[in-house]
């Protein structure tokens, strides 16, 4: 197996594990825990799974990115940056750096305080937005790997 295999297959496993994740928190996780009648139970059950898998998805977010740019180097393909056929390509980097922002900046600033304290407020706008920034973070993550598995063997 040749190194650019090697990174390859880190890639695609940690995307597995990443994006499979917030296919989870999504369409299951989200609706269990609106579900619970205390909007304290609600905030405790949410809060204690969303950072138990936060410490995974920041472990496969660094490693899909330290993969994806060694293989962008391995093929010398920075170029498809300014290319639109690889919208595919912009839409994964997008993607990771906006999970980076999130997991490593937004979430320890202020994010985690801010979500917990307008949950107490106002639990159920606040569950409604946090779904519907999940589903559409999933659904452009979906789209981008179909794009990416096409692009890469179409
Ligand atoms: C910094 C972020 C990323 C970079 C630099 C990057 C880079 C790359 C590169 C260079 C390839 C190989 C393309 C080729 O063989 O022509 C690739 C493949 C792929 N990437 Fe990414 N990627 C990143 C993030 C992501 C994310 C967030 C996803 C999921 C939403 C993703 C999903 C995939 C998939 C599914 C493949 C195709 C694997 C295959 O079938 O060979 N990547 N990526």
């Known amino acids: 197996m040749d190194e650019m295999a090697i990174a390859r297959a880190f890639h695609v496993v940690s995307v597995i594990a990443w994006i499979g994740g917030v296919y989870l928190v999504t369409f ?3 609706p269990a825990v609106r579900n619970m009648d205390e909007a304290l139970d609600q905030i405790r059950s949410f809060d204690d799974i969303e950072s138990r898998f936060g410490g995974h998805a920041k472990v496969m977010v660094l490693t899909a990115g330290a993969s994806g740019f ?3 180097y391995k093929l010398d393909a920075w170029d498809r940056y300014a290319n639109l056929d690889f919208w595919w390509l912009h839409a994964m980097t997008l993607i990771w750096g906006l999970f980076t922002l999130v997991l490593f900046i937004l979430e320890p600033l202020f994010l ?3 979500f917990d304290k307008r949950a107490q407020e ?3 706008e606040t ?3 946090v779904a519907r920034f999940h589903q559409f973070i999933l659904i452009i993550s979906l789209i981008t790997a179909f794009g990416a598995v096409a692009g890469a063997h179409g």
Do not use: I, S
């Open 28 to 30: 299951v996780v989200l």
């Open 122 to 124: 106002a639990p159920a």
């Open 70 to 72: 060694y293989m962008l």
């Open 127 to 129: 569950f409604a937005m």
């Open 112 to 114: 985690h305080a801010w």
